[in-house]
């Protein structure tokens, strides 16, 4: 099943993160399971909102920490998978898709902004 096959089949964020196929690489998943837990119980039609306010989080703190290392690699493929699968969500809930696009890139870039105070 994909993703968002998967939240609509699946009580939780964490249920539906657990059940992603095709399943991300182990690094990545372990990443993605650890930013998304303080929303795990969430039912699944939070994904939307769980995946793009732990990818902003996440963007946001690597912008304010100014790294640009290798280090941070995985931490930006991590805000790519979030935003995408965001996305993903979004599409598939019946929803202004339009609304949240323009809502989702607002609030990614006013990041900037926001780490440079």
Request: net charge negative; proline share 5%; glycine share 8%.
């Amino acid at each position: 099943m994909t993703s968002s096959e998967e939240q609509g089949g699946a009580g939780t964020v964490g249920a539906w993160l657990a059940s992603l196929e095709p399943a991300p690489p182990a690094a990545l998943q372990a990443r993605l399971a650890e930013l998304l837990a303080p929303y795990a119980a969430q039912p699944a039609s939070q994904v939307w909102s769980a995946c793009l306010e732990a990818g902003e989080g996440l963007l946001s703190g690597l912008l304010a920490s100014g790294s640009t290392s290798r280090v941070t690699a995985l931490d930006l493929l991590s805000v790519d998978a979030l935003v995408t699968y965001a996305f993903e969500a979004a599409a598939t809930q019946g929803v202004d898709f339009e609304e949240r696009a323009a809502q989702a890139m607002a609030r990614i870039a006013a990041l900037p902004d926001r780490t440079a105070h």
